[in-house]
């Protein structure tokens, strides 16, 4: 069971990024999923889940900018991130049943 994130890199502020997961070892559809990061010197913060059936969820302070999504066909997770701010600069880790990946830095600055 292992989950591999990508896409991370450094963007100026307002800019975009497009976060994958992929999982392996296990049917993505029988699970729900979500993002969650970690700012430098801070805890865990929830990003974003999406369930089996597709709803979806959003921290307030992502909620309009990012987007969650699942590829169940090719067991991948995305989280679509738009009008990124200083603030969303962190590491972004995918967590699915319990499994977490070794994150995606996404660092944004100008």
């Known amino acids: 069971v292992q989950l591999v994130e990508s896409g991370g890199g450094l963007v100026q502020p307002g800019g975009s990024l497009r976060l994958s997961c992929a999982a392996s070892?296990?049917?993505?559809?029988?699970?729900?999923m979500t993002w969650v990061r970690q700012a430098p010197g801070k805890g865990l913060e929830w990003v974003s889940s999406?369930?089996?059936?597709?709803?979806?969820d959003y921290a307030d302070s992502v909620k309009g900018r990012f987007t969650i999504s699942r590829d169940n066909a090719n067991n991948m997770i995305f989280l679509q991130m738009n009008s990124l701010k200083h603030e969303d600069t962190a590491v972004y880790y995918c967590?699915?049943?319990?499994?977490w990946g070794q994150g995606t830095q996404v660092t944004v600055s100008s």
């Open positions: 967590n699915v049943a319990g499994t």
């Open positions: 070892g296990f049917t993505l559809s029988k699970y729900s």
């Open positions: 999406i369930g089996t059936g597709g709803y979806t």
